[in-house]
């Protein structure tokens, strides 16, 4: 019923940028806060940063300075700028997103399958 698609991922050098993109489709009525997080190789998976429908965001106190995440509520579509990058941002970047579909009047969890990044020094 809905799919979040993360794409931009790659492999990129240090010190470069990348801009990853999560659309969300489906039978949605409404979606509420987004969000990006990620998982590097054994390791335990953090959030990156997240933002409600509203544009309040928040970022996790390693991520400030350097990740930036925005939203088109019109596209239902979420982004994450990272610049600077580093090898320890190698990681899978995973999105989700609190989406209300047009058959429930609650909210359900939903998560992106991830995208790639690896940063090599």
């Known amino acids: 019923q809905v799919q979040l698609v993360e794409s931009g991922g790659g492999s990129v050098q240090a010190g470069g940028s990348l801009r990853l993109s999560c659309a969300a489709s489906?039978?949605?009525?409404?979606?509420?806060?987004m969000g990006w997080y990620r998982q590097a190789p054994g390791k335990q998976r953090e959030l990156v940063a997240r933002?409600?429908?509203?544009?309040?965001?928040n970022y996790a106190d390693s991520m400030k300075g350097r990740f930036t995440v925005s939203r088109d509520n019109a596209k239902n579509t979420l982004y994450l700028e990272i610049n600077s990058l580093k090898p320890e941002d190698t990681a899978v970047y995973y999105c989700?997103?609190?989406?209300?579909?047009?058959?429930?009047?609650?909210?359900?969890?939903?998560w992106g399958r991830g995208t790639q990044v690896t940063v090599s020094s």
């Open positions: 489906g039978s949605i009525f409404s979606i509420g806060a």
């Open positions: 933002t409600t429908s509203g544009g309040s965001t």
């Open positions: 989700h997103a609190e989406i209300r579909t047009r058959y429930s009047p609650l909210s359900t969890d939903y």
